[in-house]
C-alpha cells in the first residue's frame, strides 16, 4: 500500500516540518506517530486521531551492554517508553483512529498481553469498546492488570496465543467487532514510524544494524517498510540491516529461514518465559521473510538463559526491558560472536516493552541461586531494622 501522497514535499522539507512540529503544541503534533503523518494513511479532513502522546521514545546508550557483547558503542531505542509500556501504542493511534472512522463500537484482539493493553487503554480514551483474548497462565501479569484498568472485556482462553487467534476470526465472522492484530494494515503503518523516528535522532545517518524481537512479526515487517520508504523518498541513502531474534523455544522464522529459504513457514508449538514472544504461528511471516532478504539481516534464536542475562545486564545499564525485548541484546551477543556484527559497527536495538511489564520474571532472575549468574544476581537481603546489619553488608560489598 503506498500511503505515501504524490503531492508529498521533498525529503529536506519533511525533515524540516517533522523537526519543528515538535514545538508545536496541537495533540496531532505532540504524537511521536502523527507528527510524521505525510508518511501516514490519511484521515478523513477533520477527524482528530485518537492519541495518548505515543513515540518520542528515547535512544539510550548501553556502555556495559556493549561491552559485554564486544561491540565499540551500543545503542536502544526504548519502545517500552509509551503511554501503555510498549511499542504497541505506535500502531494502536493508526488503527484504533481508523477504527472508529469506521464507525465500530468494538475493538477486539488476541494477544500476549502488550497488544491487549495498548487496545484496552485506546479504545477507553475513545470511548470505545474493547474485546480482550489472551492465553490463561502464559501472559505477564503487569499486562493483565492493564487490560482490566482501562476497563477492556478480558477473557482467558484455555489456549495459547496461536489459538486466541483462531478463536478471534470466527468471532469477527459473527460479531462487528473491528480486528486490531498485527494483521491490520494501519497498525503497521503507524509502527513504521518508529523507524522514521529513530532516523530522525540519528541525524538521518542509518546505523549498521537494527536487531528487533520476533513474534508475530509485525514489528519486524513494519519497520523494514519504515526504512524502505525512508529510502525511497530520499530521506536516508542506504537501509540498516535489519536483524530479526526469536526466543529458541518459538523460534518458527529461524526454521524456516534455516529449512525452507524462508520459502515456507511449519508453526511450532511455542514455549518460552519470554511470553510476548510464545508465538507458533506468526502471521506475517512473509513480510519479515522479505524484510530479511531486502536488508541482508540475520535471522536467529536464544535460549532462556541468554535471554535472562541479557535482560538484566539491559538493567543494570539503567535502562531495563522485559523478556522479549532483551533478546535482541543476546542475539547481538551471538552475531559478533560469529562475525556478522563487527565491533567498530553502529547497532541499534529495539526494546520493545518496560521492565516493568514482567516484574515476577525479574524476581524469579535474581531470587534463583540455582543459576549460573551470580554476578548478574541481586536479590534483596532481609536484615534486622539495623544500621550495624546495613553497614556490614555495605562493607562486605567493598568501598
Ligand atoms: N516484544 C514485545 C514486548 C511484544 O509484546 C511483542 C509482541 C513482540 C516483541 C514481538 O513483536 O509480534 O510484532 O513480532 N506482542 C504481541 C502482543 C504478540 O499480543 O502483545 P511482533
Known sequence: MAYVRSGTPPADALKTLWRERKLSLAPVDLSGVWRFREALPILPAGVEPVTLREGNTPIYGLPRCAKSAGVDELFAKHQGMNPTGSFKDTGMTTALSMARVKGFQWVGCASTGNTSA?????????????????????????KLSQSLDYAASTCQLKTDFDGCVRVLGEVIRRFPLYLLNSVNPYRLEGQKTTAYEMMEQLGWAPPDHVIVPGGNLGNSSALGKGFREMLAMGLIAHLPKLSIVQAAGANPLVRSMREFGGERIEPVHAETRATAIRIGNPASWKKAVAVLRETGGACLDVSEEEIGVAKAEVGADGVGCEPASAVTLAGLKKLVRSGFVKRGESVVLVLTGHCLKDPEYTMDFHRDTAAGNASLRKPPVLLDADAEAVIDILNRLGM
Request: proline fraction near 4%; avoid cysteine.
Open 118 to 142: 495498548s487496545m484496552a487503554a485506546y479504545a477507553a480514551h475513545a470511548g470505545m469498546r474493547a474485546l480482550v483474548l489472551i492465553p490463561e497462565g502464559k501472559i505477564a501479569w503487569g
